[in-house]
């Protein structure tokens, strides 16, 4: 059984700086897995956010949060973080961590391309 835990979030002020945390806990420790963080839209749709390759740690963003936005894994295990900068009320939404065993596949940051899923946290950034 894989798990995939978020932490993080809130309530800020536009301009403002949220660190978001996901950990990715299977059966199997010697699994490093793709993770991701999409925003959840209507209809059960799910945006691509930000997303980070384990090994060479290449780095994934949706334009929308290009230069504001950073995904990093220092421990380049399954524990990633999203450090979201200068945040705009467009920003809010549920935030979605998602992970995936498979290392090379495009588009990075489609969600049918994940296959765990975390439930979900809370930004908020009024303006």
């Known amino acids: 059984q894989v798990q995939v835990r978020e932490s993080g979030g809130g309530s800020v002020q536009a301009g403002g ?28 749709n799910r945006e691509g956010v930000a997303g980070i390759r384990p090994g060479d740690g290449q780095q994934y963003y949706a334009d929308s949060v290009k230069g504001r936005f950073v995904v990093s894994r220092p421990n380049d295990d399954n524990t990633a973080y999203l450090e979201m900068n200068t945040l705009e009320p467009e920003d809010t939404g549920i935030y979605i961590c998602a992970a995936d065993p498979k290392w090379y596949f495009a588009p990075f940051l489609r969600a049918h391309k994940y296959q765990y899923w975390g439930q979900g946290i809370q930004v908020t950034v009024s303006a």
Do not use: H, K, M
């Open 17 to 44: 700086s949220l660190r978001l945390s996901c950990t990715v806990d299977g059966i199997s420790t010697n699994i490093r897995y793709s993770i991701a963080w999409f925003r959840q839209l209507p209809e059960n």
